[in-house]
């Protein structure tokens, strides 16, 4: 087996495991409009803002998400849109969120 496919795989298995969580997933589909504040994405998420800084915690040590400072604000954004289109889940994003 081609030693590059197989790196290919396992890093398409790590993004998806880590992304298997809906409400990670429902995190990267509000993102995937652009960046957002933790406090906007959970009014979209529907969530408190401690469980949304949870899983954008797992999102960014995972580098899936990468953020930006203004101020005292922390911005969220995907990290490469490109890469993730690669995963099925991904690419469903349901109309109400673009």
Known sequence: MDSILLKKAEIQ???CK????????????????????????????GSTLQNVSQH?????????VKTRR???????????EEYLKHCPAMLNVPEQLD
């Open 18 to 45: 880590v992304i298997g969580n809906s409400r990670r997933l429902l995190i990267l589909w509000i993102l995937s409009n652009g960046e957002l504040s933790v406090t906007e994405i959970a009014a979209k998420a």
């Open 70 to 80: 203004d101020g005292q604000t922390i911005y969220y954004q995907i990290t490469d």
């Open 13 to 15: 298995v790590e993004i």
């Open 56 to 64: 954008l915690n797992i999102l960014k040590n995972s580098n899936i």
